[in-house]
């Protein structure tokens, strides 16, 4: 593990991660109907929340608040299962804490900062000394114990995590201008005309939604804010932007804390926040060397430990082999008699004979009949496939049928097949 060198007293034992885990993450269309964006599956076995959980705990933050509101049931229910291990007794807390109207009777989380105003009396009796203000929604792995250490040592007002991005997709994030010692001179909010980094065409250096402040700071914001009638209540867009205009806020560089497996190995950020992002990021992993490392136990992705047997493969006759090629086949999964190519196959999904499966993301449960030829799709948890159907060959009759996107991949739900047979 490549891990840039750190001093010896961690700040992260001072601190408090507090993930932002509310939003729905429309541009997944069907697979956010019946759950958060954070708690919609990746890699396998796991939840795109984990990996800010799993940062803050890797990073030795032992004290983590979760925020959440959109249909919450499901993210709820995995954070129980997965991160219940934090014991108080060793200064350890981990608080689970849903939209509940606890400041009026009326309102729910009004915005991203309201999402913690609402919640000030729970991390006060905590006494954390510096606040992590955390995405829920975003794929990477970073240590951010450096982050603290920047903010701590350029004696910042806040420091918020950022990366290059190309400019086209600058237009989901806040994107900031910086001076030659990295300090914010500029912050906008999914701007329609995102500004290029100067001499760098194309590309726009993005907020990845990360913040560090320290606490007492960070309350008389969120205080300041909420008397404010005019604000949205949003770090993006009412809370770094006044920093920047009449504070020091600073921009902390992904590459200086981001946690590769080897030295020549990307900066791994990803934001799949499409179903083309969805799709690509997982069937990366399906490479002989992916960007993102899942096999590295020095900084392992948590999350819950579902008990299953091992994945299997049966029938060695021509024509109906059980196999699986540069795919990744996950636990309780069943490859009878087909073919899986370049695929990644999530807990108890089980394939049927004389398929031909191809670049297909399928999450849990799901079940492929026989002579399926399925290619570039990803299929929801739980859905049945039909015997003999095809998908990937035809894009208008994928189109007619399912979410067909313009890069050609086609999210599959149950609802979509059942339309298929009325």
Same mark, same amino acid.
């Given at each position: ?6 001093a010896?007293a961690?700040l992260?034992?001072?601190a408090?991660? *507090?993930v932002?885990?509310?939003g729905r993450g429309?541009r997944l269309v069907?697979l956010?109907d ?5 708690a919609?599956?990746f890699?396998?076995k796991?939840r795109i929340?984990d990996?800010a959980?799993?940062n803050a705990?890797n990073?030795?933050i032992?004290r983590?608040?979760v925020a ?5 049931h499901?993210?709820?229910r995995?954070?129980?299962?997965g ?5 108080p ?19 729910w989380?009004?915005g991203?900062?309201?999402?913690? *105003?609402q919640n000030?009396?729970i991390i006060a009796d905590y ?9 829920g929604d975003?794929?990477y792995?970073q ?12 004696g ?17 994030f806040g994107?900031m ?12 909010e999914k701007p329609?005309?995102?500004p290029?980094i ?5 590309m ?5 939604g990360?913040?560090?402040f ?23 867009r ?8 009449n504070?020091r ?17 990307e *900066?791994?950020?990803?934001d799949?926040?499409?179903?083309d ?5 997982n069937i990366d992993l399906?490479a ?6 899942? *096999?590295?136990?020095d900084w392992?992705?948590w999350?819950y ?6 994945g299997?493969?049966v029938h060695?006759?021509?024509g109906?082999?059980g196999?699986a090629?540069d795919?990744?086949i ?16 999530f807990t108890?999904?089980h394939?049927h004979?004389?398929g031909q499966?191809?670049r297909?993301?399928i999450l849990p ?6 002579s399926a ?5 990803v299929i929801d ?5 039909p015997e ?5 060959e035809?894009?208008?009759a ?6 067909r996107?313009?890069?050609g991949i086609?999210?599959i739900t149950?609802?979509?097949?059942d339309?298929l047979?009325?």
């Amino acid at each position: 593990m490549i891990n840039p060198q750190r001093a010896d007293a961690p700040l992260a034992r001072t601190a408090m991660a *507090y993930v932002l885990a509310g939003g729905r993450g429309s541009r997944l269309v069907e697979l956010t109907d019946t759950r958060a964006k954070p708690a919609v599956y990746f890699g396998g076995k796991s939840r795109i929340i984990d990996f800010a959980l799993s940062n803050a705990m890797n990073s030795g933050i032992r004290r983590i608040g979760v925020a959440t509101q959109y249909k919450a049931h499901s993210l709820i229910r995995h954070l129980q299962r997965g991160w219940n291990f934090f014991r108080p007794e060793r200064n350890e807390s981990f608080d689970i804490l849903p939209a509940s109207q606890r400041v009026s009777e009326t309102t729910w989380y009004a915005g991203t900062a309201d999402a913690v *105003y609402q919640n000030l009396d729970i991390i006060a009796d905590y006494a954390p000394n510096y606040i992590v203000i955390l995405a829920g929604d975003h794929v990477y792995k970073q240590d951010y114990e450096l982050m603290l250490r920047q903010h701590v040592q350029d004696g910042a007002d806040v420091t918020v995590g950022c990366t290059e991005v190309a400019r086209e997709e600058a237009r989901a994030f806040g994107v900031m201008h910086v001076d030659a010692h990295d300090r914010i001179t500029e912050f906008l909010e999914k701007p329609a005309d995102p500004p290029e980094i100067p001499g760098r065409p194309g590309m726009a250096l993005a907020s990845m939604g990360i913040y560090v402040f320290c606490t007492a700071f960070l309350f008389d914001q969120l205080r300041r804010d909420a008397a404010d009638a005019d604000s949205q209540h949003d770090f993006g867009r009412d809370i770094i932007p006044y920093i920047v205009r009449n504070g020091r806020a600073v921009a902390h560089r992904f590459s200086r804390s981001c946690v590769r497996s080897a030295s020549d190995a990307e *900066y791994y950020w990803r934001d799949v926040g499409t179903i083309d992002a969805y799709w690509a990021a997982n069937i990366d992993l399906t490479a002989p060397l992916p960007g993102l490392d899942l *096999y590295d136990n020095d900084w392992p992705i948590w999350t819950y430990a579902e008990i299953t047997p091992p994945g299997k493969f049966v029938h060695d006759d021509e024509g109906r082999r059980g196999h699986a090629v540069d795919s990744l086949i996950s636990g309780g999964c069943i490859v009878s008699g087909s073919f899986v190519r370049r695929s990644l196959l999530f807990t108890g999904v089980h394939v049927h004979s004389y398929g031909q499966i191809d670049r297909a993301v399928i999450l849990p449960r799901a079940e492929i009949h026989r002579s399926a030829r399925l290619k570039n799709v990803v299929i929801d948890r739980s859905v049945v496939i039909p015997e003999g159907l095809v998908v990937g060959e035809d894009p208008e009759a994928d189109a007619r049928r399912f979410r067909r996107t313009e890069k050609g991949i086609c999210l599959i739900t149950q609802p979509m097949i059942d339309r298929l047979a009325g």
